[in-house]
């Protein structure tokens, strides 16, 4: 009852694979959506057929015992699941036949062999971070759940590649020391992360190239590729104001009718132009924002 205040937080979450509604799909050829319908025991979750005028398919039954555990039948017979066009994929559980054991020296995640469409694997890295490889592709996962964050390495880098996780820092108990060096003041041992820090690295055994994958600054390592939208909208509205700053104040307007003119005016005309990250250059000391060649001279056009 609402008068009793609001409902508890169960503790838990069911993730559900969505495909979309338009016409246009790339991927699956599917026009799905998902629908969550409550009942008295707990929800169903459903697929919504937009292909064949709406028809509801059930996937997955969720039942509460209590305030803090469920049960879910997620295996509901129907025909997409009796053909091979069913698109499936990969899932790390707990001791799989494609768990690579915990480690504490350097380690051959793919088992001497370069990464192809067979490879299966994944590993729970030092610090708890959860890294696999599937369909030719690095991927992070939700440590606790195991469910995929996010890609890390794709397609392009990867296939033909052997990736090995190689000790990279101190010991685990080290005391803290200082340094002076530029781009390297701080504490040489002073990460929040338990457990050894580690290195990944894509080796190609053809060229002899190694590939160091650097996390996040969190931490992480799924790469944030599609930057949100919402952040892009306002991005865009600021260029707009800046746009009708100039056409206001900044107006230019040109006599000139030849093609060189013309080409000269274009040079002097009002520009907006934006600056964004990431980081320019791997000192640790912020000395200049400005981006070569675009909100500053580059360093040859300046020399000229």
């Known amino acids: 009852p609402k008068e009793q205040g609001p409902y508890p937080n169960r503790g838990s979450c069911v993730f559900a694979q969505t495909s ?40 997955a039954t969720i039942s509460y015992r209590d305030f803090g555990h469920e049960v879910g039948v997620f295996a509901h017979e129907h025909d997409e699941l009796k053909t091979d066009n069913f698109m499936k994929v990969y899932s790390p559980s707990e001791g ?41 592709r690095l991927i992070e996962y939700e440590p606790s759940t195991l469910a995929p964050l996010g890609l890390v390495v794709g397609q392009d880098e990867l296939v033909g590649r052997r990736v090995v996780v190689v000790p990279s820092g101190l010991d685990r108990d080290c005391v803290l020391s200082y340094s002076d060096e530029v781009g390297m003041e701080g504490a040489d041992c002073g990460s929040a992360e338990t457990g050894e820090e580690q290195a990944v690295l894509l080796v190609d055994d053809g060229d002899r190239t190694v590939t160091v994958v650097q996390p996040n600054e969190d931490g992480s390592y799924w790469r944030k590729i599609v930057r949100n939208k919402i952040v892009r909208m306002k991005e865009k509205r600021r260029v707009e104001a800046a746009q009708a700053f100039v ?27 934006s600056s964004w990250g990431p980081y320019m250059q791997i000192s640790g000391t912020a000395k200049g924002t400005g981006v070569p060649g675009l909100t500053k001279q580059a360093k040859a056009a300046a020399k000229a």
């Open 20 to 59: 979309v509604m338009r016409g246009g799909t790339s991927r699956d050829k599917r026009r799905q959506s998902r629908l969550l319908r409550g009942n008295a025991k707990g929800f169903e979750i459903c697929t919504v057929d937009h292909a064949k005028g709406g028809v509801v398919r059930l996937d």
């Open 96 to 136: 799989d036949e494609n768990f690579v054991p915990a480690f504490s020296e350097s380690v051959d995640c793919t088992k001497g062999k370069p990464v192809d469409e067979h490879t299966v694997a994944w590993w729970r890295m030092d610090c708890g971070r959860v890294l696999g490889i599937y369909d030719n």
């Open 247 to 273: 056409k206001q104040n900044l107006a230019f307007e040109s006599d000139s009718s030849s093609t060189a003119a013309l080409e000269d005016d274009e040079d002097k005309a009002p520009k907006v132009v």
